[in-house]
């Protein structure tokens, strides 16, 4: 199976909630105000947000009036061109040694993706290392544990309850004098409106920063593509605490608001860097603007 039919399987419900409503409004051949209204009402129902829907589509028909479009496959081509707009990014090539803090709310598999990275990694032949840096969750450390075991990379941790700093600091002491290529940090769980648990977070952010200067930081979100909109304000928040460099959005597969990945990149101009697309150690993938859009349109 190729890698495009692969995604674009993973996919299949965003497909249906955005790609097979356009597939019928473009069969209608009447390129008129209703015309634009209902892309731009299938846009918001994907949970491409009201704000980057409206941009799309104004720009969308503005293009449409001054080149006097009539060919709806034209059109559905430049929609194509004005979305991979707004989420193809970029992104420099991790400078090693690399630190991957990897942030977000509760649930959205932060442990099983640092998880799926150490594996990822280790399979390009670079040496990885992870930090077991939420002390919080009863067995957190133990679950990514059970993830280092699979990949075959050391685990730091220390008890439940430790200072995760403390934790971030051993590991970077250690990560130095293995000659690490990339330290995955794994931190707790937090809502962004707890001040404490978001100050910790840039206490660990400072540490890194100090203790292995030379280093490559990226700090990364973990969202839940099931939350549509919600993942929008998650991703602001935690930006005003550690400057977050990208996002990796779990659950893609299972979930028809694909379309917050337009969204995330149009209000928030943080790209997306990861997917994951399914429960397997393999299941995580470079995101890939051009599959992605082919795959839902």
């Not at 890194?208 to 593509?225: F, K, L, N, P, T």
């Amino acid at each position: 199976m190729g890698i495009f039919q692969l995604i674009a399987e993973k996919l299949a419900k965003t497909k249906q909630a955005i790609g097979n409503k356009l597939f019928e409004l473009f069969n209608k051949k009447v390129i008129n105000d209703e015309f634009f209204e209902e892309m731009e009402n299938c846009l918001i129902s994907a949970d491409v947000g009201v704000t980057t829907s409206v941009e799309i589509v104004e720009q969308l028909r503005e293009e449409v009036i001054n080149n006097r479009v009539k060919d709806p496959a034209v059109i559905k081509d430049m929609l194509r061109d004005f979305i991979l707009e707004r989420i193809d990014y970029e992104i420099s090539p991790l400078q090693y040694p690399t630190v991957i803090l990897m942030t977000g709310v509760n649930g959205t598999g932060k442990t099983t993706t640092v998880g799926k990275l150490a594996h990822k990694f280790k399979k390009q032949g670079l040496k990885v290392m992870m930090a077991a840096a939420d002390t919080f969750r009863a067995a957190a450390a133990e679950q990514l544990c059970v993830w280092g075991d699979r990949a075959g990379v050391r685990v730091i941790k220390h008890e439940e309850g430790a200072d995760p700093a403390a934790v971030v600091y051993d590991a970077i002491q250690s990560a130095k004098a293995h000659d690490i290529d990339i330290l995955l940090v794994d931190t707790a769980g937090r809502l962004q409106n707890k001040k404490n648990l978001m100050s910790e977070l840039g206490k660990i952010y400072r540490v890194i920063g100090r203790e292995w200067a030379e280093a490559d930081v990226r700090s990364y979100i973990v969202v839940d593509a099931t939350v549509g909109q919600n993942a929008v304000s998650q991703i602001e928040a935690f930006d005003e605490c550690v400057d977050i460099d990208g996002i990796v959005l779990t659950k893609l597969d299972g979930t028809a608001k694909g379309g917050v990945v337009i969204a995330i990149c149009g209000e928030r101009d943080v790209p997306i860097v990861h997917v994951g697309v399914g429960e397997g150690i393999d299941d995580i993938e470079d995101f890939d603007a051009e599959s992605f859009v082919d795959a839902i349109l």
